[in-house]
């Protein structure tokens, strides 16, 4: 069986080959990614037949990259056997257009669902377009970079080394009071930044700084990747007019100059839902969107027909509709009523962007366009307000499912949960053809109690829960 070693930089070091001859335009598999983000999503590494393959936690499960090296169809299997082994979804991240056509056509693969999230969408730009910003689409940044030469003299743009670390440091202090109201997202990846500069030096990172007056006024740190420059950070203080063009037109020339040609293409990677990060990576004209997909395979949720209504008593379950997101929006955000359904938003790093009615909408949709979940509006009739919400999701390759259950707390003790939840549960068994599981937190008795109710016995426990699984047929 495969096995997957936990991250360490010496692993990094040791699989950057297989990195730099991916022929993926997807950011997530770069080298200073992985670094940056390795925590957050626990990656771990599998190296087989010289073949590689990353694991990570993506929505809360785990996702694996499509294989890389001498033998990509072999471990296609073994990461089926993995997976129904360790009872895994097989999913798969950062996956663009030309996998996924690989995917749709592998018969081992079948029953797969997908989908993607136009924020983490990774902008590609033409290499030669930034050296000269020629034509009249153009004229923005050239007079950008025009104003900065006017106000500072000749870009003086250079590699940074280990003894630019106090200068790093000092701008980074600079740009982040800048910037005081970042939200949790952009204070991780300012700190993740300074981390990245640390060990950019032993992963063979580019990076390089803007200064004026000895002083950096702006740095890159990036990456080549077969014909393409990938830039994992672009930072400029707002102070020094036309910094952040001239920065980026700069660096692409330097990498030009450093590597053994000039790269055909520039990833600047996503703009995680921020508008005013969209408009202005817009401006610079890209050449094509990466699309990365999240492909489930063998997902249950296939067998599920969009606009299924289960009734069942006083309960109406239904989809969730776009006339429900207000009260969408208040149920995920209710923190003490989400505490026993496990999740906080305001420790969520997936929320990017302003919160607003179409932020958990959205979130939803994805989810089961990429066949993760079928979730259900709980409803008192069809066309009644949303009262709560009920969801099949942590599908096993083995044909198990778990069912969950929360309501507005104006309904609770009312027997609406235990009702949703039953209708839930019949539902995965005799239309998806699962097994239904559910967990709960020790000291929520109340959920215990509709879990038990609905013939549920307790199988284990853990420090945190209490798992069941559904003994008696409905």
């Not at 700069?250 to 600047?268: H, W």
Request: with cysteine; charged share 25%; hydrophobic share 35%.
């Amino acid at each position: 069986m495969l096995q997957f070693e936990p991250f360490s930089e010496t692993l990094l070091i040791k699989i950057l080959p297989y990195i730099r001859n991916n022929r993926s335009l997807c950011s997530e598999l770069s080298a200073g990614c992985i670094y940056m983000w390795r925590n957050d999503t626990d990656v771990r590494f599998c190296l087989w037949n010289e073949t590689l393959s990353i694991s990570e936690i993506i929505g809360g499960q785990t996702a694996f990259s499509y294989p890389v090296g001498a033998d990509p169809e072999g471990m296609i299997d073994g990461l089926k056997a993995y997976a129904y082994q360790n009872r895994l979804p097989l999913r798969f991240f950062a996956v663009d257009e030309e996998i996924l056509e690989k995917i749709r056509a592998d018969e081992r693969l079948a029953q797969a669902m997908w989908a993607y999230e136009r924020r983490w969408s990774d902008y590609i730009y033409l290499a030669e377009d930034a050296l000269t910003f020629k034509g009249k689409r153009f004229s923005g940044q050239r007079n950008h970079i025009n104003r900065f030469k006017k106000l500072y003299g000749e870009p003086n743009i250079r590699l940074l080394t280990e003894d630019d670390r106090r200068s790093v440091t000092e701008f980074m202090e600079a740009y982040e009071k800048e910037h005081p109201d970042r939200q949790t997202l952009e204070k991780h990846e300012s700190e993740q930044t300074k981390n990245l500069f640390d060990v950019s030096f032993s992963l063979g990172l580019y990076t390089a700084g803007l200064f004026v007056d000895d002083k950096l006024a702006a740095f890159s740190i990036g990456e080549i990747s077969g014909d393409m420059l990938l830039i994992h950070t672009e930072k400029a203080l707002r102070k020094y007019e036309g910094a952040y063009p001239t920065m980026y037109s700069g660096f692409v020339r330097l990498i030009g100059d450093q590597a053994e040609r000039m790269p055909k293409y520039v990833n600047r990677e996503d703009d995680s839902g921020d508008e005013g990060l969209r408009t202005s990576k817009m401006q610079y004209h890209p050449t094509a969107l990466v699309n990365k997909y999240l492909v489930h395979v063998g997902t249950p949720a296939a067998k599920a027909v969009p606009g299924t209504v289960l009734a069942g008593g006083d309960i109406v379950l239904t989809e969730i509709r776009e006339s429900d997101k207000p009260a969408y929006l208040a149920m995920n955000t209710d923190v003490n009523n989400n505490r026993f359904w496990g999740y906080d938003y305001r420790e969520d790093p997936g929320i990017t962007g302003d919160l607003t009615e179409d932020t958990f909408y959205e979130s939803v949709l994805f989810d089961m366009r990429a066949g993760d979940s079928v979730n259900f509006a709980v409803r008192q009739s069809e066309n009644g307000p949303m009262i709560g919400e009920t969801v099949l999701w942590n599908f096993t390759p083995d044909g198990y499912a778990e069912v969950g259950c929360r309501l507005f707390p104006a309904c609770h003790g009312k027997g609406y949960g235990s009702r949703a939840f039953a209708l839930t549960a019949d539902y995965a068994e005799r239309t998806l053809n699962v097994r239904v599981t559910a967990r709960c937190f020790h000291e929520n008795a109340p959920s215990r109690r509709m879990i038990e109710a609905n013939g549920f016995v307790p199988v284990r426990r853990d420090d945190t829960y209490v798992y069941f699984e559904r003994k008696t047929e409905k």
